[in-house]
């Protein structure tokens, strides 16, 4: 459908907050980062046959400050948790998170200490995609899930919310740390943003 037909008389009554929704839920940029298997999966969404460019989304940026969509594919390796929070800090406001499949969401079979049990202990995760591996067209419904809640959030929510006098900051600490025996950062070195 073209802007003509959307459009047939050519004018346009809507508020800010709506087009500032609208443009970002249209040009959402991924930052260029696989953990295993869905990865696959999540490169086969980019390619030609399911092609996310129709979503504004061909772009998958190599730099995170280039990027404002993480999508988290595959299962987090204690090792990798660090760096995965480091990529999420180094992305630019606003931004968001889709886990995508069950080793993300919550570990799935990888029931051991060597795997996060959800990558919602390093990163706040907006969408959740079950699966094992999730289909591209899964991915491609937990982006348009999430451009429904993009055009949902009130403009300068966050904005507001770290101005208010009862603000509280809420540290997001890597399970590398959270889980380690003495609690200390000293556990991730050097993977501060
Ligand atoms: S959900 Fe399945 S396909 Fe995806 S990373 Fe885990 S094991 Fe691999």
């Known amino acids: 459908m073209g802007l003509e037909e959307k459009l047939p008389s050519g004018i346009v009554l809507t508020s800010v907050e709506k087009v500032v929704n609208w443009s970002r839920k249209s040009s959402l940029w991924p930052a260029t980062f696989g953990l ?3 990865a696959i999966e999540m490169m086969a969404t980019g390619a030609g046959r399911y092609d996310l460019a129709r979503f504004g989304m061909e772009v998958f940026r190599a730099s995170p400050r280039q990027a404002d969509l993480m999508i988290v594919a595959g299962r987090v390796s204690q090792k990798m948790a660090p760096v995965v929070r480091q990529i999420y800090d180094q992305m630019p406001e606003p931004k968001w998170v ?4 069950v080793c993300a969401s919550s570990g799935g079979m990888f029931n051991n200490y060597a795997i996060v049990q959800g990558v919602d202990h390093i990163v ?6 079950p699966g094992c591996p999730p289909r591209p067209e899964m ?5 348009l899930k999430l451009h429904d809640k993009i055009m949902e ?7 507001r919310r770290r101005e208010r006098p009862d603000y509280q900051p809420r540290e997001l600490v890597a399970s590398s740390v959270r889980y380690s025996k003495d609690g200390k950062k000293a556990a991730r070195a050097g993977s501060e943003a």
């Open 139 to 143: 991915l491609i419904d937990a982006i």
């Open 36 to 38: 295993a298997c869905c």
């Open 124 to 129: 706040p995760v907006d969408i959740y995609l």
């Open 153 to 159: 959030e009130p403009l300068g929510a966050n904005i």
């Open 98 to 101: 889709i886990a995508m499949g």
